[in-house]
C-alpha cells in the first residue's frame, strides 16, 4: 500500500495551557485532535503514525502533559495532541482545568476538521470515555474511534469490542479502526482516514452556545 501520509516535515508549535492561553494562530491550517485517557497508547500511536520515534516525547515532558500540544505537520495540517483523562491520582485543582480547557480549545479552533478518539481495546469504555464520546457528537465533529493494543487480546475479542461500542456507544462500525503500535496495524488506515477529514468539505458547523466540555478528571500529572 502506497502511504497515504507521508510525513516531510514535523515542527512542535507550542502548548496550550490555559483555555484563554497562547495557541497557534489559526493561519487557515486544517485541524485534527487526538484524544484519550491516559496510558491508552496515545503517544506510542502518535509516533507510528508519523513514523518517528521521538515525536510524542515532547507530549510527556514534565509540564507539558497537562497542555494541548501542536504541531505542524508538511506544513499543511495541525496536529492537536490533546492531554489524557481519566488519571485517578490528579489534584481537584488540576482535574477542574481540563474541561475549561477542552472547551476554550473548542471554541478557539474554528478549522478543526476532526477527532481521533482512542479507546483501549481490553478496557470497558469508562464513563469519562462515554461523555467524551457524547460530548464529540453534541459538537458534531467527525470523529474516528481507534482502538488501541489489538495485539494484547485475540481477533474474537477485538470484534466483540467493536459491536459493544457500536451496540451501547453509538458508534459506527465505519468510524472504527483497529490498532496496534507494536505491529503497525491500523497505521495507514488511519492515515488514509485523516486525509480524507482534511480533504473533505467542512460539512459540520459547531454550535458552542448550549454545549459545555464533560467534567472529567483531566490527567494533568505534571
Ligand atoms: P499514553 O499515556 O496514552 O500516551 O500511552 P503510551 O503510548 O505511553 O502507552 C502506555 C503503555 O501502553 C506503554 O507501556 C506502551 O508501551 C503500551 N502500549 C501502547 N500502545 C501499545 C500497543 O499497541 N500494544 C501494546 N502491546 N502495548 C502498547
Do not use: H
Not at 476538521?113 to 470515555?129: A, C, F, I, K, N
Not at 469490542?161 to 488511519?190: K, M, P, T, Y
Amino acid at each position: 500500500m502506497v502511504d497515504p501520509l507521508v510525513i516531510r516535515s514535523l515542527e512542535f508549535m507550542g502548548g496550550m495551557a490555559t483555555a484563554a492561553g497562547w495557541r497557534p494562530e489559526s493561519s487557515g491550517l486544517p485541524e485534527i485532535a487526538f484524544a484519550g485517557r491516559s496510558n491508552v497508547g496515545k503517544s506510542s500511536l502518535l509516533n507510528r503514525l508519523v513514523r518517528r520515534k521521538a515525536f510524542a516525547r515532547v507530549s510527556k515532558t514534565p509540564g507539558r502533559t497537562r497542555e494541548i500540544n501542536f504541531f505542524r505537520v508538511n506544513g499543511r495540517f495541525v496536529l492537536a495532541d490533546l492531554p489524557g483523562y481519566g488519571y485517578a491520582k490528579v489534584s481537584k485543582t488540576r482535574q477542574a482545568e481540563w474541561r475549561p480547557l477542552m472547551d476554550g480549545y473548542l471554541r478557539r479552533s474554528p478549522t478543526l476538521r476532526g477527532v481521533v478518539q482512542l479507546l483501549d481495546v481490553r478496557r470497558e469504555p469508562t464513563e469519562d470515555d462515554r461523555q467524551m464520546l457524547d460530548f464529540l457528537a453534541d459538537v458534531g465533529v467527525p470523529t474516528i474511534v481507534v482502538l488501541t493494543k489489538t495485539d494484547k487480546v485475540s481477533s474474537r475479542a477485538v470484534v466483540e469490542r467493536v459491536q459493544e461500542l457500536c451496540r451501547e456507544l453509538g458508534v459506527d462500525e465505519e468510524q472504527i479502526i483497529q490498532f496496534s503500535a507494536v505491529s503497525g496495524l491500523g497505521r495507514d488506515e488511519l492515515a488514509e482516514a485523516m486525509v480524507g477529514l482534511l480533504e473533505a468539505e467542512v460539512t459540520w458547523e459547531r454550535s458552542m452556545q448550549n454545549i459545555v466540555a464533560p467534567d472529567l478528571d483531566g490527567e494533568m500529572t505534571s
